[in-house]
């Protein structure tokens, strides 16, 4: 069965940091791009940031450029989201999503989503 598990996400104070986790099984984790991807009440779920599957490729959205930095484990079969400088904004349920290279990301696996929020 395949299974991509969020976990890590809470409450946090503006300025603060988390870091997001997602475990996952029953398929070759290390053939797979890995993405972290976020939807806020109200709005569509939008990409956050994806990793190749050997981990040398890098991609974020601009919003959170130089402020979360993603990460691989294919030992673990994991993939983390560090999170800093966190604004009222980031509150969102973020997702991981599983894809193989060249197929559309939104056909690919998906979690059931942690919840982020940032609020003082």
């Known amino acids: 069965q395949v299974q991509l598990v969020e976990s890590g996400g809470g409450l946090v104070q503006p300025g603060g940091s988390l870091r997001l986790s997602c475990a996952a099984s029953?398929?070759?984790?290390?053939?797979?791009?890995m993405s972290w991807y976020r939807q806020a009440p109200g709005k569509e779920r939008e990409l956050v940031a994806t990793?190749?599957?050997?981990?040398?490729?890098?991609n974020y959205v601009g919003s959170v450029k130089g402020r979360c930095t993603i990460s691989r484990d294919n030992a673990k079969n994991t993939v983390s989201l560090q999170m800093n400088s966190l604004k009222p904004e980031d509150t969102a349920v973020y997702y991981c999503?599983?894809?193989?290279?060249?197929?559309?990301?939104?056909?690919?696996?998906w979690g059931q989503g942690t919840q982020v929020t940032v609020s003082s």
């Open positions: 999503n599983a894809a193989p290279t060249g197929l559309d990301r939104k056909l690919g696996y």
């Open positions: 990793i190749s599957s050997a981990g040398s490729s890098i």
């Open positions: 029953g398929f070759t984790f290390s053939r797979y791009v």
